[in-house]
T-cell receptor, first 113, second 111 residues
Framework: NAGVMQNPRHLVRRRGQEARLRCSPM?????VYWYRQLPEEGLKFMVY????????ESGMPKERFSAEFPKEGPSILRIQQVVRGDSAAYFC???????????FGPGTRLLVL | LAKTTQPISMDSYEGQEVNITCSHN???????ITWYQQFPSQGPRFIIQ???TKVTNEVASLFIPADRKSSTLSLPRVSLSDTAVYYC????????????FGSGTQLTVLP
């Protein structure tokens, strides 16, 4: 059973460009979570989604950030008009249900030049 | 969510048993205690989860006293590859919708 997959693993963008990060949950998992980790810090929750629904986006910046988890395909975290402060590792996790353990992907490292 | 306190760092030698203690004085009745391990440039990896007393799996043991205000992750006979950051998390139903990661404990295993 493949684990959580994220791509790309590394992404370089210039200020003002858009970044799209993809997450494919573990097989059978319909709950997806996105976290951001700044250098030398712990992970910070961003958003929790189920198929086609955003359940909790309390950790998402109010502007430029959006997330979706369509009926078919991976979950997408989209960052518009990136700034240098968006440089971080973005991790996706998935679970079987909201009460089950979250399993993390390898992360996408975003570098904004 | 209950706040947790862990040592910032610990050093150990290969073959030794390592115990990392986490304080969670404000743990709620329905909170579980979960430990994750994170290697550099990788996502956190689930290690173990418990509610009370003792839980053991193939990787580690988790000791939780009766008052549940602290917990201890025990790693038997560590190796160099156990060098990582270990996070203690507390939340309801074993895995809160949003996991709250603290700074974790940097464990360094020396040869």
């Amino acid at each position: 059973n493949a684990g959580v997959m994220q791509n790309p693993r590394h992404l370089v963008r210039r200020r003002g460009q858009e970044a799209r990060l993809r997450c494919s949950p573990m097989k059978g998992h319909s709950h997806v979570y996105w976290y951001r980790q700044l250098p030398e810090e712990g992970l910070k929750f961003m958003v929790y989604l189920q198929k086609e629904n955003i359940i909790d986006e309390s950790g998402m910046p109010k502007e430029r950030f959006s997330a979706e988890f369509p009926k078919e395909g991976p979950s997408i975290l989209r960052i518009q008009q990136v700034v240098r402060g968006d440089s971080a590792a973005y991790f996706c996790a998935s679970s079987l249900s909201y009460q089950e353990t979250q399993y993390f992907g390898p992360g996408t490292r975003l570098l904004v030049l | 969510l209950a706040k947790t306190t862990q040592p910032i760092s610990m050093d150990s030698y290969e073959g030794q048993e390592v115990n990392i203690t986490c304080s969670h004085n404000n743990i709620a009745t329905n909170d579980y205690i979960t430990w994750y391990q994170q290697f550099p440039s990788q996502g956190p990896r689930f290690i173990i989860q418990g509610y009370k007393t003792k839980v053991t799996n193939e990787v580690a043991s988790l000791f939780i006293p009766a008052d549940r205000k602290s917990s201890t992750l025990s790693l038997p006979r560590v190796s160099l590859s156990d060098t990582a950051v270990y996070y203690c998390l507390v939340g309801p139903s074993g895995s809160a919708r949003q996991l709250t990661f603290g700074s974790g404990t940097q464990l360094t295993v020396l040869p």
